[in-house]
Protein backbone atom coordinates (compact mmCIF):
# COMPACT_ATOMS: atom_id res chain seq x y z
CA UNK A 1 0.00 0.00 0.00
CA UNK A 2 1.88 3.26 -0.72
CA UNK A 3 1.24 6.23 1.65
CA UNK A 4 0.28 8.87 -1.01
CA UNK A 5 -1.02 12.25 0.59
CA UNK A 6 -1.83 13.54 -2.80
CA UNK A 7 -5.58 13.59 -3.23
CA UNK A 8 -8.00 14.74 -6.27
CA UNK A 9 -10.28 17.12 -5.59
CA UNK A 10 -13.39 16.54 -7.99
CA UNK A 11 -16.04 19.72 -8.89
CA UNK A 12 -18.77 18.51 -10.45
CA UNK A 13 -19.42 21.56 -13.13
CA UNK A 14 -23.40 22.32 -12.06
CA UNK A 15 -24.64 25.59 -11.76
CA UNK A 16 -25.01 25.66 -8.11
CA UNK A 17 -21.15 24.67 -7.96
CA UNK A 18 -20.50 27.94 -10.33
CA UNK A 19 -22.66 29.97 -8.10
CA UNK A 20 -20.84 29.58 -5.26
CA UNK A 21 -17.50 30.63 -6.08
CA UNK A 22 -19.47 33.71 -8.66
CA UNK A 23 -19.29 36.96 -5.89
CA UNK A 24 -22.24 39.05 -5.43
CA UNK A 25 -25.20 38.38 -2.96
CA UNK A 26 -26.86 41.36 -0.83
CA UNK A 27 -25.06 43.16 1.46
CA UNK A 28 -25.49 42.69 5.53
CA UNK A 29 -27.48 45.41 5.62
CA UNK A 30 -30.17 44.71 3.13
CA UNK A 31 -30.08 41.18 3.67
CA UNK A 32 -31.57 42.00 7.72
CA UNK A 33 -33.67 44.92 5.99
CA UNK A 34 -35.30 41.85 3.24
CA UNK A 35 -35.40 39.63 6.72
CA UNK A 36 -37.55 41.97 8.93
CA UNK A 37 -39.92 42.73 5.77
CA UNK A 38 -40.56 39.66 5.66
CA UNK A 39 -41.38 38.57 9.54
CA UNK A 40 -43.02 42.05 9.43
CA UNK A 41 -45.50 40.35 7.10
CA UNK A 42 -46.37 37.74 9.69
CA UNK A 43 -47.14 40.58 12.24
CA UNK A 44 -51.52 40.28 11.75
CA UNK A 45 -51.38 36.55 11.80
CA UNK A 46 -49.22 36.98 15.25
CA UNK A 47 -51.06 39.36 16.90
CA UNK A 48 -54.59 37.08 15.84
CA UNK A 49 -52.65 34.26 17.36
CA UNK A 50 -51.71 36.09 19.96
CA UNK A 51 -55.33 36.99 20.70
CA UNK A 52 -56.55 33.38 19.98
CA UNK A 53 -54.20 32.19 22.47
CA UNK A 54 -55.73 34.39 24.95
CA UNK A 55 -59.09 33.56 24.37
CA UNK A 56 -58.40 29.69 24.66
CA UNK A 57 -56.75 30.32 28.48
CA UNK A 58 -60.31 32.46 28.94
CA UNK A 59 -61.80 29.10 27.60
CA UNK A 60 -59.87 26.68 29.56
CA UNK A 61 -60.46 29.31 33.03
CA UNK A 62 -64.40 29.14 32.44
CA UNK A 63 -64.24 25.16 32.67
CA UNK A 64 -62.35 25.40 35.74
CA UNK A 65 -64.49 23.80 38.50
CA UNK A 66 -64.71 25.78 41.59
CA UNK A 67 -61.85 28.04 40.76
CA UNK A 68 -59.30 25.64 40.57
CA UNK A 69 -57.42 23.65 37.55
CA UNK A 70 -56.74 20.29 37.33
CA UNK A 71 -53.23 19.25 36.03
CA UNK A 72 -54.14 19.43 32.17
CA UNK A 73 -55.60 22.61 32.30
CA UNK A 74 -52.70 24.30 34.02
CA UNK A 75 -50.50 22.17 31.52
CA UNK A 76 -52.63 23.83 28.44
CA UNK A 77 -52.75 27.44 29.96
CA UNK A 78 -48.71 27.11 30.34
CA UNK A 79 -48.42 25.73 26.58
CA UNK A 80 -50.51 28.95 25.80
CA UNK A 81 -48.92 31.35 27.69
CA UNK A 82 -45.57 30.26 25.78
CA UNK A 83 -47.42 30.75 22.41
CA UNK A 84 -48.29 34.12 23.86
CA UNK A 85 -44.61 34.73 25.03
CA UNK A 86 -43.10 33.82 21.30
CA UNK A 87 -45.40 35.79 19.28
CA UNK A 88 -45.33 38.64 21.66
CA UNK A 89 -41.35 38.43 21.65
CA UNK A 90 -41.24 38.49 18.08
CA UNK A 91 -43.00 41.49 17.23
CA UNK A 92 -41.52 44.03 20.19
CA UNK A 93 -44.86 43.49 22.30
CA UNK A 94 -42.38 43.33 25.50
CA UNK A 95 -44.45 44.65 28.35
CA UNK A 96 -46.96 41.34 26.60
CA UNK A 97 -44.00 39.47 26.73
CA UNK A 98 -43.53 40.11 30.41
CA UNK A 99 -47.20 39.05 31.49
CA UNK A 100 -47.10 35.87 29.66
CA UNK A 101 -43.37 35.12 31.52
CA UNK A 102 -45.17 35.83 34.29
CA UNK A 103 -48.54 33.58 33.77
CA UNK A 104 -45.90 30.88 33.02
CA UNK A 105 -43.57 31.32 35.68
CA UNK A 106 -47.07 31.23 37.73
CA UNK A 107 -48.44 27.94 36.29
CA UNK A 108 -45.32 26.19 36.60
CA UNK A 109 -45.19 27.26 40.62
CA UNK A 110 -48.84 25.75 40.71
CA UNK A 111 -47.52 22.17 39.04
CA UNK A 112 -45.06 22.23 41.68
CA UNK A 113 -47.04 23.46 44.97
CA UNK A 114 -49.96 20.76 43.93
CA UNK A 115 -52.54 23.79 44.15
CA UNK A 116 -54.19 25.38 40.68
CA UNK A 117 -56.79 28.21 42.06
CA UNK A 118 -58.11 30.25 38.92
CA UNK A 119 -57.74 33.38 40.16
CA UNK A 120 -54.36 34.68 39.91
CA UNK A 121 -54.21 32.77 36.37
CA UNK A 122 -57.22 35.30 35.36
CA UNK A 123 -55.47 38.44 37.08
CA UNK A 124 -52.54 37.21 34.45
CA UNK A 125 -55.10 37.22 31.42
CA UNK A 126 -56.78 40.31 32.23
CA UNK A 127 -53.53 41.90 32.46
CA UNK A 128 -52.41 40.21 29.15
CA UNK A 129 -55.49 41.59 27.64
CA UNK A 130 -54.39 44.79 28.77
CA UNK A 131 -51.17 45.11 26.40
CA UNK A 132 -52.39 43.32 23.82
CA UNK A 133 -51.22 44.79 20.60
CA UNK A 134 -55.06 46.02 19.61
CA UNK A 135 -55.46 47.22 23.39
CA UNK A 136 -55.28 51.12 23.61
CA UNK A 137 -51.85 51.80 25.40
CA UNK A 138 -51.63 52.51 28.86
CA UNK A 139 -50.09 55.39 29.93
CA UNK A 140 -46.21 54.21 31.42
CA UNK A 141 -47.44 55.11 35.17
CA UNK A 142 -50.62 52.88 35.29
CA UNK A 143 -48.44 50.02 33.01
CA UNK A 144 -45.68 49.60 35.65
CA UNK A 145 -48.34 49.31 38.32
CA UNK A 146 -49.88 46.51 36.64
CA UNK A 147 -46.92 44.82 36.33
CA UNK A 148 -46.12 45.49 40.12
CA UNK A 149 -49.58 44.11 40.93
CA UNK A 150 -48.50 41.27 39.03
CA UNK A 151 -45.01 40.60 41.03
CA UNK A 152 -47.13 40.66 44.09
CA UNK A 153 -49.21 37.92 42.76
CA UNK A 154 -45.70 36.21 41.90
CA UNK A 155 -44.31 37.00 45.65
CA UNK A 156 -47.26 35.59 46.92
CA UNK A 157 -46.95 31.96 45.86
CA UNK A 158 -43.25 32.26 46.70
CA UNK A 159 -41.52 32.97 42.98
CA UNK A 160 -39.90 35.66 44.29
CA UNK A 161 -37.35 35.33 46.80
CA UNK A 162 -37.32 37.82 49.52
CA UNK A 163 -40.29 39.67 48.43
CA UNK A 164 -37.75 41.84 45.68
CA UNK A 165 -39.67 43.73 42.97
CA UNK A 166 -37.23 44.11 39.82
CA UNK A 167 -37.36 47.26 38.60
CA UNK A 168 -37.30 45.89 34.69
CA UNK A 169 -36.44 42.52 32.98
CA UNK A 170 -33.24 42.58 33.02
CA UNK A 171 -33.11 42.33 37.10
CA UNK A 172 -35.27 39.09 36.58
CA UNK A 173 -33.65 36.37 37.56
CA UNK A 174 -33.81 33.22 34.87
CA UNK A 175 -34.29 29.73 35.82
CA UNK A 176 -34.36 27.79 39.76
CA UNK A 177 -32.77 31.33 41.31
CA UNK A 178 -36.51 32.88 40.39
CA UNK A 179 -38.10 30.28 42.16
CA UNK A 180 -36.22 30.91 45.49
CA UNK A 181 -34.03 27.56 44.96
Same mark, same amino acid.
Given at each position: ?S??T?A??Y? =??? &??SK???? +???????? &???? =?Q? $????? $????????E??????????????? !?????DQ???? @????? $?VI????????????H?? @???????? !??????? &?????II? #???????F *? +? @?????? =??? *?? @??? =???? $???? #?????????? +??S??????? +?E????
Open positions: MDSDFIF =ADI &ALLVVQ +PGGKQKED &AIAD =AS $RVETL $RCESIAGISALRETEMVLNLAQD !MTLDKLLRV @RELAD $RTLASAFGYEQLSVA @RSLGDLTN !MLLILGT &APADPV #HVRSAWM *A +P @RAATLP =AES *AQ @RVL =AELR $RVLD #HFGLLAGGEE +PSDEEWPAG +PRLGN
